[in-house]
């Protein structure tokens, strides 16, 4: 199996549930990233890891809560969610993260999320 | 913001034609970077211009970058049908951050 996989690809969940989307990727990178994207709104970056760090949080709700065990594998817990949140929840993957360095990133195909 | 911006939100064109799609940002950038978007999937890369680049190619595709003018053009030559897709133009800014822009819907008719 190669690049960016991620499990479910749809998930309808009640605001009460506790649900989780899981993200691997096969590429030996060493950053990988959630992303939201809503209807008619820019791709928005939810978190980043790098080699299992946490290295940016960017103001996201407590309801999502990310867990990087090791490079390969990233997870985003939900509990209590709000029909807003209802989107199209992609992980991403890049060789690393560096300001000086040109790395594109590599997605995985999405997990359609159905808050009702 | 510093996001990105798409001209046109969308694009409709036949086959054989050609595509332009263009981009403008705000501030300086380390590379800026195109994706395609087919419907409900992830994106997938397509090239990288760096700031001190002004073109790059990469089969049909052309990109040029005016780092003057804070903007990038996406040229699709002799589109196909398989090219409708949404495209994305992301800059990279002095930070491990991709930011995206909103994306130009582009659909060629057969």
């Known amino acids: 199996e190669t690049g960016v996989t991620q499990t479910p690809r749809h998930l309808v969940m009640g605001m009460t549930n506790k649900k989780s989307l899981k993200c691997e990727q096969h590429?030996?990178?060493?950053?990988m990233y959630w992303y939201k994207q809503s209807a008619k709104k820019p791709l928005e970056l939810m978190f980043v890891?790098?080699?299992?760090?946490?290295?940016e949080n960017n103001s996201v709700p407590s309801r999502f809560s990310p867990e990087c065990p090791n490079s390969s594998h990233l997870f985003l817990h939900l509990h209590t969610l709000q029909p807003e949140d209802s989107a199209l929840y992609l992980c991403?993957?890049?060789?690393?993260?560096?300001?000086?360095?040109?790395?594109?990133?590599?997605f995985g195909p999405g997990t359609r999320l159905t808050v009702t | 913001s510093q996001q990105g911006e798409e001209d046109p939100q969308a694009l409709s064109i036949q086959e054989g034609e050609n595509a332009t799609m263009n981009c403008s940002y705000k501030?300086?950038?380390?590379?800026l970077q195109w994706y395609r978007q087919n419907s409900g999937r992830g994106l997938v890369h397509l090239i990288l211009?760096?700031?001190?680049?002004r073109e790059k190619h990469s089969g049909r595709l052309r990109v040029t970058l005016d780092t003057s003018k804070k903007s990038s053009s996406l040229l699709i030559t002799a589109s196909r049908a398989a090219d409708t897709a949404s495209y994305f133009c992301?800059?990279?800014?002095?930070?491990?951050?991709?930011?995206f822009g909103t994306g130009t819907r582009l659909q060629v008719f057969p």
């Open positions: 991403a993957s890049s060789q690393d993260t560096s300001t000086e360095a040109n790395y594109e990133q590599y």
């Open positions: 590429l030996g990178h060493n950053a």
């Open positions: 890891y790098s080699l299992e760090e946490r290295v």
């Open positions: 501030t300086s950038i380390n590379n």
């Open positions: 211009i760096r700031s001190n680049e």
């Open positions: 992301a800059t990279h800014y002095n930070t491990d951050k991709l930011i």
